[in-house]
């Protein structure tokens, strides 16, 4: 058999791989269109519509939509998991349907489709003898992934007996068992307690310092924002919305400030400059946290401090 | 060992055979691309489905040049992993409880044992494994999809011809481990089952048939006769001769060893376990023609009415003989005489006394010289298996200065007689010297009564060379069933890449149906079977019309016919793809006769097997890769 088209790699001291034959673009799909049909072709529903979208290396990139936005019909054309209708694709400059493309590719679908009969180790096993990896580095990159997700003390339970947060956990290791340059992720923090989903979001940054280029899909808006370098907005099957997520989501025309210890004078002498300025104060007020960050602190806090937590506010004594 | 369609050696098979696999595979291949280039031109229309096309020829080339060995292995052994968690084992434990209570069932005083023990355990075997293959192959890729693990697989550098391929070693894998563990099993079983021993009391069992000295007698001369104690359903005849030795005489196609103890004035009788009861004869087969009363050589002999000519026959008291020409026979192969072993139909044209039985004759005869030799007349018995044996040296007594030679022609004047006085004269006439020329010699067979016929196929008669090891003889046995697994896990597998589990599972039940009735499909297909094609068939059903009956000469009934005759174009090209399961029943039959499973068998049913395996992998990878393996 011949030799597999392997891509050129080279290492850099920062661990980032950098390709010598390819162009910045990782990901690109043109006038890309995807339509449903029944059995005897009649058409069901259009799911995507010409969508064109660059993605580039070693950013994270958001495709943000409610249900049946074609969120997920979009990553599964990007991994040849569908065949489009119309239009072009292509990953990492190969066809989407060119199988040597997932040499470099790791995906962690929405569910964690994995055989439920096959424990944490065998799962891992089995997928590094997909990439063909040798037998002494699967088996010191599987025991790096079990560690590195937590699952150390259940590796050798099978799938079945796992919950659904460590089948999360174990989906995103076998995303990882070929070390990717390109990783999908579809909802990965669906399923995922808020811890689960902290661990989530720091390692997909994780990623992102070693260069990764990460494609995630989620109608979670706080985990794209978090993470998220540039979104696309799907809806109805269409790019809606397609940027950076700051510049998305700056409110040109309003202005907030965040001052600690003001006092009352100076908070009405910043009242007065703003009322000489022609401009209306909407809000000045204390801040809020997110509830997420607040779950976190309480977290930390309690491992810190064991025992019933006392903290401040009106149930105080 | 009926053998209607023998197997041709290799080399000359494999020359058609491989023609028609090809025009067969050229056949089936271009229907399936023209179906898939309408079904193409209609969702995507001409440009699109043209491209397509080319792409579908295009990723092929590029999966088959990157197949990787490594990561078909992977696949295979998640399908080894996943029918072990699956508890396949279960089959084995079905099986051994089968083999503890089927023991009850089977007829202890059986007159062949051991063909009715062997049969019993190739067949529960083979519908056994057969099953689990059916469920494995058929179910195993369908739940990928219904799970959808396969978007992990399809995700990572997997060829669809890794995926196919890996399912259908893995589920073979298991199927042979387990067929392995079956054959242990069933060796075991048969085994136990037909060991026995007999006991047998000087004084109460043994009846002396004369007073006289023994020691006056010739020593082959019989003294006492009697019979063992019943064991197993059967006993046996014993006699003893004068010179004191015993011997127990055959019966339900075994024997015994048996060896006389005294221990002070008693005297006892040491019966050993059973011989003969599992053979593994190799049989030398020859080339049959049959001879006619006046002289003339023919393909057929005389056909008695006999629906099935599966035999032909001979006159008694009459000049016709069946001949049998050997090939190959050398003093090295057969260094004490001719081991010949003949299974004979007695045609009676009377009853006459149906106490007698019908006599014969058998002649060996130089194919050159024309020198033959009288030596055996033997009492025959319809369908029981005689063993007569040549000897190397033959008395003079034997030869008959008859030139039976046989013409060639219907011309007299190619009739050449050898002149009586240019055969040698000897005392004895050895039969590699005298008889064989150049490893040919010709076996004659006469029947002696008037009025009554014999009649032979050619594997009727054969030289019986050196027995080959009984167990591994078994074990080859199984070989058919391991090659019906291979071909069924193939198209289980075709199947699943593109139906749903239930489906692919019906369809594959469908074809092993089809393949053992192969014959009866294929007389369907060719307008051949009684009661007409499926439409017909299915008119008479509904209309109680016998199937011998013409039907009225109406429209309906030639509007039917002509349907029958579109199926019949259908259902002949599936016809073409069928395997004949039945085909492989011949390693059994072997086994369960007793006869060696010659290696070209072998090698001619596995190059079959593999000639339906390789077809399928690709149509199976060919279905996968253009399969989305994602739903809406």
């Not at chain 1, 799938?159 to 947060?165: I, Q, V, W």
């Not at chain 2, 049969?119 to 056994?128: E, R």
């Not at chain 2, 006459?352 to 009288?374: D, F, K, Q, S």
């Amino acid at each position: 058999m011949g030799t597999e088209p392997d891509v050129i790699v080279e290492k850099t001291a920062s661990d980032v791989t950098v390709e010598k034959t390819e162009s910045d673009v990782i990901v690109e799909t043109k006038n890309l269109t995807k339509t449903y049909r029944d059995f005897w072709g009649r058409q069901k529903v259009r799911a995507l519509k010409a969508l064109d979208l660059e993605i580039r290396r070693g950013e994270i990139f958001g495709l943000l939509g409610p249900n049946g936005s074609g969120k997920t019909t979009t990553i599964k054309l990007l991994l040849g998991l569908l065949f489009p209708t119309s239009g072009e694709v292509n990953i990492l400059g190969r066809p989407a349907t060119d199988v040597s493309k997932n040499e470099r590719l790791g995906y962690l679908p929405e569910e964690s489709y994995l055989y439920r009969f096959l424990n944490a180790e065998e799962t891992l096993d089995f997928y590094g003898r997909l990439f063909k990896i040798p037998g002494a580095v699967r088996r010191q990159r599987v025991d790096q992934l079990i560690n590195m997700v937590g699952l150390g003390s259940a590796r050798k339970r099978q799938l079945r007996e796992y919950s659904k947060g460590m089948t999360r956990r174990i989906g995103l290791a076998q995303a990882l068992i070929n070390d990717p340059d390109l990783i999908l992720l579809d909802e990965p923090t669906s399923g995922l307690d808020p811890i689960g989903t902290r661990n989530m979001k720091d390692l997909i940054l994780q990623l992102k310092e070693k260069g990764k280029t990460i494609i995630m899909s989620s109608h979670l808006l706080g985990d794209v924002q978090d993470v998220c370098d540039r979104v696309g907005i799907l809806y109805q099957g269409e790019l809606k919305e397609l940027g950076r997520v700051e510049d998305l989501l700056k409110v040109v025309e309003q202005t907030e400030l965040r001052v600690s210890g003001l006092s009352d004078d100076a908070k009405k002498k910043i009242e007065k400059i703003i009322e000489e300025d022609n401009s209306k104060l909407l809000f000045c007020g204390n801040p809020t946290t997110s509830l997420e960050d607040l779950f976190h602190d309480i977290i930390a806090e309690s491992e810190a401090r064991p025992g019933k937590r006392v903290r401040g506010g009106e149930n105080a004594k | 060992m009926i053998l209607e369609h023998p197997i041709p050696p290799f080399f000359e098979w494999i020359g058609p055979a491989a023609l028609n696999w090809l025009l067969a595979v050229a056949a089936l291949t271009a229907l399936a691309l023209l179906i898939s280039f309408i079904m193409l031109l209609v969702r995507r229309g001409s440009q699109q489905g043209v491209k397509a096309m080319g792409a579908v020829i295009s990723d092929a080339w590029q999966d088959l040049r990157y197949f990787s060995w490594k990561r078909c292995g992977a696949m295979a052994l998640l399908a080894i992993r996943e029918s072990i968690r699956k508890k396949v084992v279960v089959v084995c434990v079905v099986f051994l409880v089968l083999l503890m209570f089927g023991g009850w069932f089977l007829d202890p005083g059986s007159k062949d044992p051991a063909r009715l023990c062997t049969s019993f355990v190739y067949q529960t075997t083979t519908y056994l494994v057969l099953l689990l293959a059916l469920f494995l192959s058929a179910l195993s890729l369908p739940n990928d999809f219904k799970t959808k693990t396969i978007y992990t697989i399809v995700t990572k550098p997997v060829r669809a011809s890794e995926i196919i391929l890996g399912r259908i070693l893995g589920v073979g894998a298991i199927g042979t481990v387990i067929l392995l563990m079956m054959a242990a099993c069933s060796y075991f079983f048969v085994s136990s089952t037909l060991k026995h021993t007999h006991v047998l009391n000087d004084n109460e069992d043994l009846t002396y048939v004369t007073d006289e000295d023994p020691s006056s007698l010739p020593p082959d001369t019989v003294v006492a006769k009697g019979y063992t104690r019943l064991a197993n359903g059967h006993k046996h005849m014993v006699e003893k001769y004068a010179n004191g030795t015993l011997r127990v005489l055959e019966e339900n196609k075994h024997t015994h060893a048996i060896e006389q103890v005294t221990e002070g004035d008693m005297i006892r009788y040491k019966i050993g376990p059973a011989q003969g009861a599992m053979q593994a004869k190799v049989p030398v087969y020859g080339k049959i023609k049959f001879r006619n009363a006046d002289g003339f050589e023919r393909e057929r002999g005389i056909n008695v009415g006999e629906e099935w000519e599966y035999r032909s026959y001979v006159a008694g008291a009459t000049d016709e003989a069946i001949i049998w020409t050997f090939e190959n026979v050398t003093p090295a192969k057969f260094a004490n005489g001719l081991p010949v072993e003949m299974t004979i139909s007695v045609f009676r044209t009377h009853m006459g006394n149906i106490e007698e039985t019908i006599m014969g004759a058998l002649y060996v005869r130089n194919p050159v010289t024309g020198l033959t030799a009288e030596t055996h007349v033997f009492n025959s018995e319809k369908y029981t298996t005689k063993a007569l044996h040549i000897p190397v040296e033959i008395d003079k007594s034997k030869v008959k200065n008859r030139p039976w030679l046989v013409k060639k022609t219907n011309d007299k004047a190619s009739f050449e007689a050898t002149p009586v006085a240019d055969l040698p004269q000897k005392e004895t006439y050895n039969v590699f010297e005298d008889f064989v020329v150049d490893g040919k010699v010709e076996i004659w067979l006469q029947c002696l009564d008037s009025q009554q016929y014999f009649g032979a196929a050619a594997p009727d008669l054969y030289l019986r060379s050196a027995d080959a090891n009984v167990f591994f003889n078994f074990v080859k046995g199984y070989l058919g069933v391991w090659q019906q697994m291979l071909i069924l896990i193939s198209f289980g597998v075709l199947f699943s890449s593109f139906l749903s589990g239930p489906v692919a599972m019906v369809s594959t039940f469908g074809i092993l149906v089809a393949g053992f009735c192969k014959t009866l499909f294929l007389d369907i297909a060719h307008l051949q079977a009684l009661g007409g094609g499926p439409i017909e068939s299915f008119n008479r059903l509904v209309t109680h019309e016998n199937m011998m009956v013409d039907l009225p000469n109406t429209f309906s009934t030639h509007l039917g016919q002509a349907f029958d005759h579109i199926a019949a174009g259908f259902l002949s090209i599936i016809g073409l793809a069928l395997p004949s399961f039945s085909d492989f029943n011949y390693y059994a039959d072997c086994v369960a006769n007793g006869y060696n499973i010659p290696l070209n068998a072998i090698i001619v049913h596995l190059v079959t097997t593999l000639s339906f395996v390789c077809p399928l992998f690709v149509a199976g990878y060919v279905v996968l890769r253009n399969r989305e393996a994602a739903k809406q």
